[in-house]
């Protein structure tokens, strides 16, 4: 099923983290032929977004300067420490007024498909104010919000609040189902290795 006519969607790369419990730069582990953020913007832009929106913060010079951010919007966040929001709430300011969807991606996060990205854009009906996918073992990312949600992300705080948006906004929230378990986003170097091996050693 094709996303409705003319409905302007925004794709949002989370990838501002800094990586502390990693202990370097995780948008730049090697993945694939380029990097993890490579292959993430690589989905993003095969997901079919009319705008994608890249927001860095952690060793942003780095990681301009070997990742391929052709083509995509970059958001500085200053403020990358005080978690997801902060760069949801940077990456606003960037979005196009004709934007009636956001797709929040997490940069660290390699077994996201543009599939996946798609099932969740054709769940979303014209009035969906908050969308998941729901995988075998529960909710996860990419979530998706209508426009009538973005002030309200714009003032949220902290690393987890969004989910605690969700949960608040529980009984509005569409789950799309996606087969398989939620995909394993890169915090230590147990997960690199971890979506190394699901890639079949593609490091």
Known sequence: MAPPAERFVTGLVLAAGGSSRLGEPKQLLPYGPGTL????VETARRSGFDQVIVALGGSSSDVRRRVDLSG???????DYGEGCSSSIAAALGAVDPRSRLMVLMLGDQPGVTPAVVSA???????NTALAACLYDDGRGHPLA???GMFEQLRGL???KAVWKLMDQRSGEVVEVRVPGPIPRDVDTREDYEAVLAEAGGSG
């Open 72 to 78: 995509v919007d970059v958001v500085e966040n200053s």
């Open 120 to 126: 969740l854009i054709d769940g979303c009906g014209p």
């Open 145 to 147: 919000f209508g426009d």
């Open 37 to 40: 953020l490579d292959h993430t």
């Open 157 to 159: 705080h902290g690393d």
